[in-house]
Structure formats: C-alpha cells, structure tokens
Nanobody, 122 residues
Framework: VQLQASGGGLVQAGDSLRLSCVAS????????MGWFRQTPGKEREFVAA????????YYADSVKGRFTISRDNAKNTVNLQMNSLEPEDTADYYC????????????????WGQGTLVTVSS
C-alpha cells in the first residue's frame, strides 16, 4: 500500500489543523493506521492509531483530548483532527499502516507515507 499525507502548515497556538492520509495500491480496509511525528534529532513518536475497521482508537497521552483520529474506508483515507495545538506539537507528521490491529511502536508498521510538516507558533 502507498500512503500520501497532506494537510500540514503553519498555525498559531490554540488553532486547529486536519491532516489526511490517502492510501492506494492495496486493500486499505485490511490495515490499521497510525500517525507518528518526529522532530530533528529525536525518535519518531507515536501520536494515534485506529484499527482496520475503525472500532478502536488509541492516543498518546500528550494528545489525548485534543486530537481525533478517524478513517473512511470507502475513500481509503485516515484523518487526524488536531485541536488546541501547542508549540510542542510542531513536528513532521507521518501516517503508517500495518495489518489489522493497532500498535504504538513505529517498528511495527510496514508502510509509511512522506511527512507533512506542522508548525505551531506561540
């Protein structure tokens, strides 16, 4: 499966942003999807994940209550709605896919999209 992430940009603290990731060349509905983020010099950090059927989601503590992951299997799309953004959310955001069940380790994901940069100014 190939993944294409989009939606990053420059926003101010407190603003919202919606990231999208479109999948192609695969059966999207068989894959759990995750969002990760990374800043220079740091390891890729788990943000959120959703099961293949959307019935279960999981969030990092740092984004719980502010971010919402969702998917539309008919459109081969997974979204990350980010509200109440903070400067600490500034990072390159990546979508990733793995079979069926969600995991929080980046090494458990088989397919990755390119990053989309989110910059939150104070």
């Amino acid at each position: 499966v190939q993944l294409q992430a989009s939606g990053g940009g420059l926003v101010q603290a407190g603003d919202s942003l919606r990231l999208s990731c479109v999948a192609s060349k695969g059966t999207f509905s068989r894959y759990a999807m995750g969002w990760f983020r990374q800043t220079p010099g740091k390891e890729r950090e788990f943000v959120a994940a959703i099961t293949y059927n959307g019935n279960s989601v999981y969030y990092a503590d740092s984004v719980k209550g502010r971010f919402t992951i969702s998917r539309d299997n008919a459109k081969n799309t997974v979204n990350l709605q980010m509200n109440s953004l903070e400067p600490e959310d500034t990072a390159d955001y990546y979508c990733a896919a793995r079979p069926y069940t969600i995991r929080s380790m980046s090494s458990d994901y088989d397919y990755w999209g390119q990053g989309t940069l989110v910059t939150v100014s104070s």
